[in-house]
């Protein structure tokens, strides 16, 4: 098992970050264009124990494998989940926001893979994705912040 781990600071309260961190929309927002998941169906209330699945596609068009969710842990400032699909047999993500004031967060990503003979290809893509998500997450986050966005619960 290997482990990778991104933390960065966001200009949000802990709560206001992890509640977008459970919307599909977000994890979409976060890896274009590389990744996509167009038939990624999640119910409307998530609770420990939930799983999913569905086709990820390299930038939008190109068939990837099937790549599996369970939900293991939700608090109000921490998600953990186990994943797993492809030649990937373990991808433990745990994400956590921890307050530094009434609104800010440090966010970090920490995974834990098990990724047999593409140990090295695995954790070079997870470092980069990483990179980029939290890339997008720090902008998106400085436009919240700034009150250009209104936040809406689905439904």
């Known amino acids: 098992m290997s482990k990778v781990t991104l933390t960065t ?3 949000l309260p802990a709560t206001t970050a992890c509640a977008l961190a459970y919307t599909p929309e977000l994890f979409e927002y976060l ?4 990744l996509s998941t167009p038939n990624l169906e999640l119910p409307q209330h998530l609770e420990p124990g939930m799983a999913g699945s569905a086709r990820l596609w390299w930038f939008g068009i190109i068939p990837a494998w099937h790549h ?3 939900l293991i842990e939700m608090s109000p400032t921490e998600i953990r989940t186990e994943e797993w699909g492809g030649s990937v047999r373990t991808w433990n993500h745990r994400l ?3 307050p530094l004031t009434d609104t800010s967060c440090r966010y970090t990503d920490e995974i834990e893979i098990d990724d047999g003979v593409l140990g090295f290809g ?4 997870a470092q980069l994705m990483f990179r980029w998500r939290h890339r997008r997450w720090r902008a998106l986050a400085r436009v919240l912040a700034g009150g250009a966005l209104e936040l809406r ?3």
Request: net charge positive.
């Open 9 to 11: 600071t966001l200009p």
């Open 31 to 34: 890896v274009h264009p590389f």
């Open 68 to 70: 599996h969710l369970r």
């Open 96 to 98: 956590t926001f921890e």
């Open 122 to 125: 695995t954790r070079a893509f």
């Open 153 to 155: 619960p689905a439904g």
